[in-house]
């Protein structure tokens, strides 16, 4: 069985203003786009390992902010994710149906209503995501920006990579990425398995709406 790099990989799929505005009117101090009424679409892509092409899926995931909500005296943002079009069950795409989570911006840091951190923009020092009997799974937030062309426009990003190491702490094939936008939050990221230097599968925001 084919051990997956990205386990702990939740759709937190945040980013802000509507698809025909210009990235250059980001809210600055919003990074993740944590308002209520945000809303935002992504599509799924899987691998054709044939020709070594993605070839988009019937698998859409639809966001949005829908409250506020104070927990433990901390102010979370209640975001529903709604997939629909996996009757298939790709592995690494989300199962069809409703999920709600809270998440906030601690200092730079995005973490949900249990203290975990989700991502962050602010360090870049090495994190660890996940301990396993095979190995560990870690993130780096990488240095500079890098332009990012998904289906709803083009994007100045941020990126952090997600790896595994083996026990011996040797780097093992797979490497996702993840891009992140100031104002928007996260545009585009990958899914592999830790076996496979080729993602599974590729995620890309398709649309977006802020009020």
């Not at 920006?145 to 941020?158: A, D, L, P, Q």
Request: hydrophobic share 30%; with cysteine.
């Amino acid at each position: 069985m084919k051990t997956t790099l990205s386990i702990l990989s939740i759709s937190i799929l945040l980013f802000s203003c509507s698809s025909n505005q210009s990235s250059d009117n980001a809210n600055d101090t919003n990074f993740y786009a944590l308002t209520v009424g945000n809303s935002w679409v992504y599509k799924n892509y899987k691998l054709n390992e044939t020709n070594v092409t993605y070839e988009e899926t019937s698998v859409v995931d639809s966001i949005s902010v829908v409250s506020k909500q104070t927990i433990k005296g901390e102010t979370f943002y209640k975001v529903r994710r709604f997939t629909s079009g996996n009757e298939a069950n790709i592995t690494f795409c989300n199962p069809n149906g409703e999920h709600f989570q809270f998440l906030r911006d601690s200092l730079g840091y995005l973490i949900n209503s249990d203290g975990e951190i989700k991502h962050t923009y602010v360090n870049y020092e090495e994190r660890l995501v996940q301990e396993n009997n095979w190995g560990n799974i870690y993130e780096v937030l990488e240095n500079g920006t890098e332009e990012i062309n998904v289906e709803s426009g083009k994007f100045n990003c941020i990126s952090s990579k997600r790896y595994a190491k083996d026990p011996d702490n040797q780097l093992l094939p797979a490497e996702d990425k993840y891009y992140y936008a100031d104002g928007y939050g996260l545009i585009y990221d990958t899914q592999s398995f830790v076996s496979s230097d080729k993602p599974s599968i590729i995620r890309r925001l398709d649309a977006y709406n802020i009020n």
